[in-house]
Nanobody, 119 residues
Framework: QVQLVESGGGLVQAGGSLRLSCAAS????????MRWYRQAPGAQRELVAA???????NYADSVKGRFTISRDNAKNTVYLQMNSLKPEDTAVYYC?????????????WGQGTQVTVSS
């Protein structure tokens, strides 16, 4: 009943910017942690950025100073602003949220959005 829908991926040149969005919908009472992960071809999925319900953030060392995670609790949406993109940022980006519905806290994932950075 809960869905995460991502948008904003695409092709960009090195040094450019993209903004990813992930909107949660369905039977939501509250949203706890929200995160962005990425998975490059042949690599494991890795955590890129995370934000708590209170707004505390943390980032992978590889994106610190270039990426910014934020959330709009009124819209049940998390964002990832990506600046100074590098070819090594090329990956499928997935959003994650821990969401409380009427009864439980459960983990949900988006479908993934492709980000390709050309050199």
């Amino acid at each position: 009943q809960v869905q995460l829908v991502e948008s904003g991926g695409g092709l960009v040149q090195a040094g450019g910017s993209l903004r990813l969005s992930c909107a949660a919908s369905g039977s939501i009472v509250s949203i706890n942690a929200m995160r962005w992960y990425r998975q490059a071809p042949g690599a494991q999925r890795e955590l890129v950025a995370a934000i708590t319900s209170g707004g505390s953030t943390n980032y992978a060392d590889s994106v610190k100073g270039r990426f910014t995670i934020s959330r709009d609790n009124a819209k049940n949406t998390v964002y990832l602003q990506m600046n100074s993109l590098k070819p090594e940022d090329t990956a499928v980006y997935y959003c994650y949220a821990n969401i409380r519905d009427s009864w439980y806290n459960s983990d949900y994932w988006g479908q993934g959005t492709q980000v390709t950075v050309s050199s």
